[in-house]
């Protein structure tokens, strides 16, 4: 993972991103890509002749400049190679567009204003339509150590195997892995992937995993991951996401949707 993609923003999870991608970095021998998007697309009600809009983008440009100089300033004290990007637009469009000759993507959790409210659309939108994993920070945990150990959610689903393959870099580094299933051994016979393919795929890259199963409980299955990666002291969760459709998750809810809603350890996400 030496091409890392971060997304700059001024959010209360900024920090902690900005330091989980110079760990990652400084880990890999990677270079950061720094991308801070501003967009033009902000509707005031009743504003149809776009008089509130000019009047605010020399205030918002300020303030993307005021904040393009203070995380510069701090990145100049950092012994990792990156530069900064600064474009119009939504974020999401710009960092798709730049994901493309990268290796991974450093997001915040949540949206601005909605933190531990909903998961970030921006999230969603780059998991589902980019091929590169998405690494969700949360916004109070400011470092990652890759050679701690790490737990696989497993479902034996397409998109656990998606993910996995995306975090064969990272897991090769970890001085243990866990692969997780939720459920009785019965329902393991309706996966499409079974946990032991997952452990065999592993081992072919020279990493050993070990297979855990842990009965379902009655709290959301996104609950009993985080609590089995706090006892078994993980760094990071890997999991493959919206395993159903994305609207159905939001309508229903789903270990996609309750896992980026309030993540307590990084995840690395794909689909």
Not at 113 to 121: I, K, T
Not at 151 to 165: H, T
Not at 220 to 247: H, N, Q, W
Request: aromatic content about 6%; proline content about 6%.
């Amino acid at each position: 993972m030496k091409s890392i993609l971060l997304h700059i923003n001024d959010d209360p999870g900024l920090e902690s991103r900005i330091q989980v991608a110079l760990d990652l970095a400084r880990t890999f021998d990677g270079h950061v890509t720094c991308l801070q998007a501003v967009s033009f697309d902000i509707f005031t009600p009743g504003d149809f002749y776009g008089s509130a809009m000019a009047a605010a983008m020399p205030i918002i440009k300020e303030n993307a400049e005021a904040l393009r100089k203070k995380v510069e300033a701090d990145l100049a004290n950092e012994d990792v190679a990156w530069e900064w990007i600064f474009q119009y637009g939504m974020a999401e469009h710009r960092l798709l567009e730049k994901a493309a000759m990268s290796d991974v993507i450093v997001v915040g959790p949540n949206d601005v204003g909605e933190e531990g409210a909903r998961p970030s659309r921006l999230v969603g939108d780059l998991v589902l339509h980019s091929r590169t994993p998405v690494l969700v920070v949360p916004k109070d945990h400011g470092k990652l150590d890759s050679s701690g150990p790490a737990l696989v959610a497993w479902n034996g689903s397409a998109e656990s195997c998606v993910a996995l393959r995306a975090a064969v870099p990272m897991l090769a580094r970890a001085s243990k892995v866990y692969l997780v299933t939720i459920g009785e051994k019965k329902a393991q016979e309706k996966f499409d992937f079974p946990p032991v393919e997952g452990a065999e795929y592993l081992s072919r890259h020279g990493i050993e995993a070990e297979i855990v199963e842990i009965p379902e409980e009655d709290g959301p299955i996104a609950d009993t991951l985080f609590a089995a990666a706090a006892v078994r002291k993980c760094e990071y969760l890997v999991m493959g996401a919206y395993g159903r459709s994305r609207l159905s998750e939001m309508v229903l809810g789903g270990v996609t949707r309750r896992s980026l809603t309030n993540p307590r350890i990084p995840i690395l996400m794909a689909h």
